[in-house]
């Protein structure tokens, strides 16, 4: 079982940026698809962004595109997620996670992702 920890959240104004990072340990993610979820109190975790195990392919929520970059490093076993044009609506609890099975494609649903991390607090004030 891999241990995911994600880092690099906090509290920002709307229109600026920051840079998650999700770092995983107790074994390699380099065959794993990975993705970021969030959750805002009262709210279900919903999908954020998702990119295969080589990191060409990626897929995105709609609230989010054009804004948030996910990307990988399987050479520090770490994915990250760029967050720029932060909006209010973009506070909550940022998950990062590994997808259950090897070698595939981006996913966008809880049930296919096996490993979470505890998770990191973005705010963004207005």
């Known amino acids: 079982q891999v241990q995911l920890v994600e880092s690099g959240g906090g509290e920002v104004q709307a229109g600026g940026s920051l840079r998650l990072s999700c770092a995983a340990s107790?074994?390699?993610?380099?065959?794993?698809?990975m993705g970021w979820f969030r959750q805002a109190p009262g709210k279900e975790r919903e999908f954020v962004a998702g990119?295969?195990?080589?990191?060409?392919?990626?897929n995105y929520a709609d609230s989010v595109k054009g804004r948030f970059t996910i990307s990988r490093d399987n050479a520090k076993n770490t994915v990250y997620l760029q967050m720029n044009n932060l909006k209010p609506e973009d506070t909550a609890v940022y998950h990062c996670?590994?997808?259950?099975?090897?070698?595939?494609?981006?996913?966008?649903?809880?049930?296919?992702?096996?490993?979470w991390g505890q998770g990191t607090q973005v705010t963004v004030s207005s």
């Open positions: 107790g074994r390699t993610i380099s065959l794993n698809a």
């Open positions: 996670a590994a997808v259950r099975s090897p070698l595939t494609g981006p996913r966008t649903t809880t049930e296919e992702y096996a490993d």
């Open positions: 990119l295969n195990f080589s990191g060409r392919s990626t």
